[in-house]
């Protein structure tokens, strides 16, 4: 018997982190059995060129996520490549995500399209060690997902967790009782740790601390000083003691934004109001689905290097893609000097409620009706959702990029916020 199941039956706290192991490559490979066993990358769409995830046979290959896809060609010339199909990575984890929160612990966190964290503290005199419910876990995922596999870390803290679920891949199951995790997170690098970002590490190496031991040896108010309550937070951290509470509902958006990649080095200017007025469109849409409205908006076109982008602010608060597209002209007209551009971005900075009052004597603004326009973008909407996305939308945009949307880090269950 293992020191895990001499362990005390109750735990003063327990978190489970699952991870899917290669997520939208084992998909693929479930369902076209022809690629089981081959190198696969996934791309976003036959023209994309950056692998979004690649298979365990590819991996064993060094091909790994962000790599070019001609680099990794080079290392694997049988490597095969799949387009990205987001809709049944989406459908495939909302189904997974259900089954957990069903059969599992109601108190789950949604942290990507394919994580979560489950507390189970509560759920131990219900299904037993929380041992026992990570190995129901595996077992549920596999079943609800058509033998899909996971890794599973076990702990008293979301870090420790997350930390477990990465030391055994693929269908691993690591389990650090909490009164076992601050020896060992004790010699791994503080930079390992999920939220520590190597501007974080370079800080604390300046300060001698490179693990989470060194790190948990120096005075918090060393963190506390330069990072404030997240400074705290890391502390506790690399002791195993991470305070982070499950985020049962998703946090209203600080931003909310599409971007796309563009034929490399696009000087034409049609075509980049083409996919301007394309993410202007798929921005609103979006405000409109969660009944948001922003005044301020990023636009940006990227470089070979760097951005080059503006913030510009409508006279009202705006939903409406029309309005938005107007400052991306403005921005094209006053900022774009016809640089070479590889992506570009338009962001709705600070979305706020959606307030449909009507000013009696307001000027319309630039792209902005007169009227209430509510009416009609709600038919538009809901034609699209039932027809698919731009079923209605302006002429221009029939020109616009055929590669598919990615999943954004934001995404949830219930829809992208």
Known sequence: MSAVDRCPRIWPRAIIHVDMNAFFAAVEQRDFPELRRRPLAITNGLQGTCIITCSYEARAFGIHTGMRLQAARRLCPQLVQRPARPRVYAQVSAAIM????????????VFSVDEAFLDVTHCQRLHGTPLRMARMVKALVAEVSGGLRCSVGVSGDKTTAKFAAKLEKPDGLTVIPPWEARERLRDIPVTTLCGVAEGIGRFLARHGARTCGDVARLPV???????????????????????????????????????????PGTRDRTLLLTYLQHMSEKVAARLRRHALEAQVFFVGIKGRNEWLGQRLRTAVPVCNGGAIFELCRRFMAETWQGEPAFQVQVTALAPQPRHLQLSLFAEAAPGVPAGNDSALHAVMDEINRCYGEFTIAPARLLQRSTMPDVIAPAWKPSGHR
Not at 235 to 262: F, N, S, Y
Request: glycine share 10%; net charge positive.
């Open 221 to 263: 108010s060393v963190l506390a000083r330069r990072f404030g309550n997240l400074g705290r937070r890391i502390w506790l951290m690399c002791q195993g003691r991470d305070p982070d509470r499950i985020h049962l509902e998703a946090p209203p958006p600080r931003t909310l934004g599409h971007g796309k990649v563009v034929p």
């Open 98 to 109: 259900a089954a957990l929160r069903d059969h599992i612990s109601p108190d789950m966190e």
